[in-house]
DNA sequence: ATGACTGACGATGTCAGA
């Protein structure tokens, strides 16, 4: 299985760019974020005709997540299973051969002390307490989580200092999902320095190779053996018309 | 050039992103 994950940045911004990549990239399932669409208003037609079925969790303007899959979606559930409902849609979770798919836009988080980064660390507390149930099976994490979680994970750990990104708790938060029995995917497949799926629309970032690894695939211990590559498609990041993320991708056996 | 933010909303700005 070909899992990818991408923050698109808007699933009618980056339509024609998404049915390209997804022609050539071919990926049997991909977590989006950052759709911002109502389910009504998504485009289902130019996907459905890649091949792509679709389960959708959106919103006007902000957040949004959606599953595209070549394989058959089965269980699909939108936000947390239990407690009260988030009013932002950022978790989408589905079957798919065999493995659950959870879909995750963490919340940014803005900056440490305030209280979108109180919202940032209770949400990725829940999403931890949630999936710690479910990681005796084949369970894969896919978002963007909004964290880097190491130094490795930025250009340059000086220039974060005291970022939303690198902040010991929301490092905390990304631990806490490691704690839950989860296995970072993509890191496990690659290890060296200076891979990045995030690069600021600003001052040349991209240029500058001005990045951060906030895009994630974590997975539960029964998928690790079956890891077999991972990558980054940085070309995705070039050029007019790119999300500020790109596309993050483990393959994994079977 | 990989190049000096971008997208939604509904407007001539404001919010949010990270």
Sequence with gaps: MKLATWNVNSIRARLDRLCAWLAAERPDVLCLQETKVEDASFPEGPLRALG???ALHGQRTYNGV????????????RGFASGPED???RLLSATIGGVRIVDAYAPNGEAPGTEKFAYKLAWLARLAEELAGRTAGPLALAGD????PEDADVYDPAAFAGDTLTDAAARAGFAGLLSAGLVDGFRRMRPEPGLYSW???RQLAFPKDHGARIDHVLVSRALVPSLRAARIDRDERK????SDHAPVLVELAG
């Design 52 to 54: 792509y079925e679709l």
């Design 66 to 77: 959606a599953i595209l899959s070549r394989r058959p979606v089965e269980d699909v559930a």
């Design 87 to 89: 009013p932002q849609a």
């Design 145 to 148: 989580l909004n964290v880097a």
């Design 199 to 201: 690069w600021d629309y």
């Design 239 to 242: 050029g007019k018309g790119a």
